[in-house]
């Protein structure tokens, strides 16, 4: 299944093109009332991967067909895009029957290293990247005076790849929360098979930057915990000699969201959301390993649900010192508080964390910066923050 490009002219409104192969439709482009859908067929899903976009008479339209994604430009600026799996029904050779003709060619993308800073922006508060791009689950981490930002850019409300999220890793940063840095995608969807990056964690090594994540592969396959390493902290490769699954006591299609953390035991601590299939409960398990490559289940769940609820994105801070355990049920984040680093937790008078959706958080300027996510129509929208220190018992103060 070789690469391409599709180009073509709106001579006209409405604007039709198909292709049929064996009477079932492998693409279908329509244009109406100033948008263009171009619709593509795999064998991995009876539904069509839609893209759309604003277009009108004597607009230029491209779309790139790869393997992993497919893109829809307008007049040179991409506007939509979605990520398929499994086999394209539309193959180099096919025609397209169209009210004007379609130029179908090779495609061959070009790798080009992209600068640590590609551009400058002005508060983050209340901000999303594009027009049609969202801001989802985010994961603050602090290097020296810098505070960054890795958050799942969201194209469809977690409905692309039909409804798996295709979510990837983006990065921004800032020194002053005033003005952001935006950095090169951190982890991109490069296999078919990933149907989402999952949330994760940042943490440093011997020179060497590690995120940490599982990947979501839809069908109850397990996710596995994966990696991608970097020497400068803005350029990320995936460590494809590294991943492992949970063991048979968890539900491994739902494993996702590991922290990973330092302990003052000279253990490397991994707390990652799943479920505990005997007890139908949703956990927080607990592994442990000695060098960030071999890891082992310490078969203590450092937290275990009620009922059969997840809790998501967990997080681990030492603050003042004290030791703070966040994760979310249903969206809603809350803490508990101990002071030793893996037990005795305590739930305070108020446990809930004020900041919108999934936040996590990170130690910036002596406080508790935590970035989470205001929704728009349903899963993912702007970036939200809000900071917190504690009183003497321990508890968090928000302002």
Known sequence: MSDLKLS?????IPFNAISLKNQQKTVEIQGNNECVKCSFWYDFHPEPLALNGFAQVGDSVDVVLMKHRIELYVNGSLVDEEWPNGNRLFAWGDNIKSDSPIKIEPYFPLKQEQPSVSS???NAEGWKPEENVFVGDCMPYVNGDEYHVLYLKDRHHHYSKWGMGAHQWSHISTRDFAEWRVHPMAVEITDPTEGSICTGSWIKHNDKEYLYYTVR???NLPAPVCRSVSHDGYHFEKDMDFGFVLPDIYNKSVARDPKIIKGGDGLFHMILTTALVFENKGCLAHFVSDDLEN??????PIYISEDSTEPECPDYIVYNGRYYLIFSLKG??????SDSPFDGWKVPKNPNIPCASVPKGAVWNDKIVFAGFKGIDGYAGTMTFKTA????NGELVFS
């Not at 073509?8 to 006209?12: A, L, R, W």
């Not at 890891?295 to 203590?300: A, M």
């Not at 809603?332 to 508080?337: F, P, S, T």
């Open 389 to 392: 220190n504690s009183d003497d």
């Open 217 to 219: 592969r839809g069908g």
């Open 332 to 337: 809603k984040a809350r803490y508990m508080l």
């Open 295 to 300: 890891w082992r289940d310490t078969n203590l």
């Open 120 to 122: 400058v922006f002005f």
């Open 8 to 12: 073509f002219e709106i001579t006209k």
